[in-house]
């Protein structure tokens, strides 16, 4: 419980440094929330959050069908007394007839099947929980009158590989390199057909490369937990690519700041934001910090990179969400990762439980080229 507890406390603390305003805290407080993916990486922060807001009077129902981890266990989703945990499907109308029997009047659908080389292996089952999912809670989602329908978004799902930097809002690619990218961009224009032809409020929010507590680690998961997890087991740090290539790593609870805003603020309607640090940090930065605070005496080692995996940098302009929706990190990369640091010794045995690297998949085991 003491776990529970430090991570309500983080979000309690990163919302007093926030200072919403009176109008913000009296919109959400009493209301009836949707958070679909409430028990991953993101959602399971976001939920904490909402529960705060919403109060004593209101509710946060997480539908999610736990097919991230391994057990059906929802350990990350927190026993707070206003969040209600439904083991369920974004594609089973059964399941979405159950949560919308509540009639949430927000909507935040985080659920996707998670992420790049997860759709490589797996295309199919990736549209089929990205579109067509996400097509099923649009319409449950009209047919309910939704006020407002936020959806997760991906930057490295707009914008191709070798656009002009930093990121902007307008410009977009057709030259995607995996199914999740082609997913996310898909759901953005579903978002947008819904807003255009039954002006359902929604809203997209392109997140950029999250970290923070909450993310376990996985083969399909993201490099930072990955990083963290190789260098406790005192394992060498495997860099797929030069180590130059940068990416804009974004604290969780900035990305949770940026769904509140975007579920408050009429300018978010029918618009499409980048939630981002607006920094950029190389991979051998990353990874020369990791080993540094994890003191891991293994080596770094470069492997082939993955044929996907064609963004030299990642940088997105986050001055479209700052000017419409007041939206500004407060947290520092290096903040950031000790919180996330943090996190990991004290679910360490859980973490080691749940990580997951099976051997011989695609994305896991992978030879490397050399090491320095
Ligand atoms: N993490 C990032 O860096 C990042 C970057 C860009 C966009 N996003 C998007 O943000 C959202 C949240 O990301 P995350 O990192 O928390 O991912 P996550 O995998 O940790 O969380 C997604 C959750 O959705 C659940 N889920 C999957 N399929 C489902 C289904 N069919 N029905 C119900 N639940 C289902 C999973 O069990 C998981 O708990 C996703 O939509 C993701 O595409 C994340």
């Known amino acids: 419980m003491r776990n529970v507890e430090k991570r309500v406390e983080l979000v309690e603390k990163y919302l007093q440094r926030l200072q919403l305003d009176k109008d913000m805290l009296s919109y959400y407080n009493g209301r009836i929330i949707l958070v679909t993916g409430g028990a991953g990486a993101i959602g399971s922060n976001l939920i904490i959050a909402l529960s705060k807001l919403v109060g004593e009077r209101g509710r946060v129902i997480v539908l999610d069908n736990l097919s991230s981890i391994r057990i059906k266990d929802p350990w990350n989703v927190a026993p707070l007394p ?14 979405l007839k159950r ?13 996707a099947f998670f992420a790049n080389q997860n759709s490589v292996d797996y295309p199919e089952v990736s549209a089929d929980v990205d579109i067509i999912g996400h097509i099923r809670l649009l319409e449950y989602a009209r047919l309910g009158g939704v006020e407002r329908f936020v959806y997760a978004s991906s930057g490295c799902a707009i914008y191709g590989s070798y ?10 690619s057709m030259h995607l390199t995996t199914p999740y990218q082609i997913n996310k961009m898909t759901g953005e224009m579903y978002c947008n057909f819904y807003y255009h032809n039954y002006s359902l409020p929604i809203v997209n929010c392109r997140f950029f490369n999250s970290y923070g507590p909450g993310e376990v680690p996985g ?33 969780v609870l900035d990305l949770v700041q940026g769904l509140l805003k975007a579920g408050y603020y009429k300018e978010a309607v029918g618009e499409n934001f980048n939630l981002a640090a607006g920094k950029e940090v190389s ?3 990353l990874a020369t910090m990791v080993n540094e605070v994890t003191k891991n005496p293994s080596q770094i080692v470069f492997t082939e990179r993955r ?20 939206y500004t990190p407060l947290i520092e990369f290096r903040e950031g990762f000790q919180y996330t ?7 360490w045995d859980k973490i080691k439980l749940l990580a997951d690297f099976p051997p011989g998949m695609s994305s896991a085991v992978r ?3 050399h090491s320095r």
Do not use: C, M
């Open 82 to 95: 206003n969040i209600l945990f439904v083991l369920g499907d974004v594609r089973s109308d059964i399941d």
């Open 99 to 111: 949560v919308f029997k509540e009639k949430p009047s927000i909507i935040f659908h985080l659920a």
């Open 163 to 172: 656009p002009q930097l930093p990121l902007k809002e307008e410009f977009i």
């Open 219 to 251: 083969q399909y998961r993201n490099v930072i937990p990955n990083f963290i997890y190789w260098a406790i087991e005192k394992r060498s740090l495997p860099i797929t690519g030069t180590g130059d290539e940068t990416r804009d790593f974004t604290f």
């Open 283 to 285: 991979i051998k930065e």
């Open 307 to 326: 044929k996907w995996d064609t963004k030299p940098r990642l940088l997105a302009s986050i001055e479209k969400a700052s000017r419409l929706i007041h």
């Open 341 to 347: 640091i943090e996190w990991f010794h004290d679910n």
């Open 367 to 369: 030879t490397p080229v």
